[in-house]
């Protein structure tokens, strides 16, 4: 088997994002002008690349940040376990570690082994992990996809690192993101590794 290439990219940027609200799969939101101008960087640096198939969650924003492929006409197929952890009641609103106690002890939690925590009608990251199995089992097992896309977001793209690469749970935070990031990953049909960690030079432009 040939190695395939996985490009996963976190989706351009949302209003969301810069008010610092929280959005995880229960918010629908759309990219904002700086999100749409991030996806056209990115599809202006990697069009060239011959996808075999476009991966996105089932959320609006993700379909937005690849859009330009998929105006290509190339394969796509949505997977809801792509989508971003569900913070449960939090969602929607402002919250960060600093402000909300809740909200930084369930990030200790997490980063102290205990990722079956969660917030009040979320989801744990042992949930996320879970629902993302099969679409992992799909990434191996069709070889014919020799270059793949993936946009997801950023939390499930952390635990999706984690278990590509085999680290627990634990440290997903030593994933870092930004909006429109790309992690370029290799498969060789018995192993995933990075080839490229956390790349923006695409975004040298954009704001």
Same mark, same amino acid.
């Not at 200790?108 to 089992?137: C, K, M, N, Y």
């Given at each position: ?14 209003? %969301? ?25 990115? %599809? ?5 690349? /011959? ?46 570690? =600093? ?20 917030? *009040?009608?979320?989801?744990? /990251? ?8 099969? %679409?992992? =089992?799909? *990434?191996?097992?069709? /070889?014919?996809?020799?270059?793949? *896309? ?46 490229? %960690? ?8 954009? /704001?």
């Amino acid at each position: 088997m040939s190695v395939k290439k996985i490009y996963l990219i976190r989706h351009g940027q949302t209003d %969301f994002n810069v008010a610092g609200i929280v959005q995880g799969s229960g918010v629908d939101s759309d990219l904002n002008e700086a999100g749409h101008r991030q996806a056209a960087r990115f %599809f202006a640096a990697y069009r060239h690349l /011959p996808f075999d198939k476009v991966y996105t969650s089932t959320l609006k924003r993700t379909q937005q940040s690849v859009q330009g492929f998929l105006d290509l006409g190339l394969p796509h197929e949505q997977h809801s376990g792509l989508n971003e952890i569900s913070w449960g009641v939090r969602e929607g609103l402002r919250i960060t570690p =600093e402000e909300d106690a809740e909200y930084n002890g369930v990030l200790q939690q997490w980063q102290r082994g205990e990722t079956h925590a969660r917030l *009040l009608g979320g989801e744990s /990251p042992d949930e996320v992990a879970a629902r993302q199995r099969p %679409f992992i =089992e799909l *990434l191996r097992n069709r /070889p014919e996809e020799e270059n793949v *896309l993936v946009c997801m977001h950023g939390r499930a793209m952390r635990v999706i690192l984690c278990q590509l690469l085999n680290y627990p749970l634990s440290c997903m935070d030593a994933f870092e993101h930004r909006n429109l990031c790309l992690y370029k990953i290799h498969f060789t049909g018995s192993q995933f590794s990075v080839s490229s %960690f956390l790349d923006v030079t695409h975004l040298a432009e954009c /704001p």
